[in-house]
């Protein structure tokens, strides 16, 4: 082994030269490995933020819809217009149980008429203008009577839950009952 030169430190010597770039290039794998394991778990996290957002948005068409039928039913003067089988929208009780425990039915609904701007371009926005995605159902209309407090009038009071949907075979599927009662 040849002497080292005087102005040389003692460190650097012949059996460990390449030691430092070993070490190196170890470092580089292991940030390497973090950055890309931090860009993994962003775009994980950004897609929880995304589909946590898509179904707020399904809630709020499904809601949209759920209120336009019982707007319907709240403007509807005649009672046999709103009883079940009167129009296809509306439903026994028992008939809807059964038929929406094997999923929401595809046929016996009615679209939306009257809902916002906002909704529409949201539809829009989707690509779902043609689509029939949001829809509503009204289950369980039924009557009692009764008098009405110290009137001596007999009204009939009647009551059921309308179900607002949003069905999309692209964004998914959302679903409100809303309870409505009604005197006639």
Known sequence: ??????????????????????????????????GMSAIHLSMVESGIVRNAGLYKQNFQLAETAAMEGVREILNEKNPARLQP?????????????????????????????????????????????????LRYYFAGWTGDGGNSINTGKTDRWFNGRVIGVYDSPRYGRAWVEIGVVKQF
């Open 1 to 34: 082994m040849k002497p080292l030169p005087p102005n040389l430190p003692p460190a650097v010597c012949g059996s460990q030269t390449g030691s430092v770039m070993a070490v190196v290039l170890m470092i580089m794998v292991l940030l390497s490995l973090g």
């Open 85 to 133: 089988g009167a129009q296809q929208w509306i439903w026994h009780l028992h008939e809807w149980n059964e038929a929406a425990g094997k999923g929401i039915p595809e046929t016996g609904y009615a679209v939306p008429r009257a809902v916002t701007e906002k909704v529409i371009t949201t539809i829009h926005r989707r690509g779902e203008a043609g689509a029939d995605t």
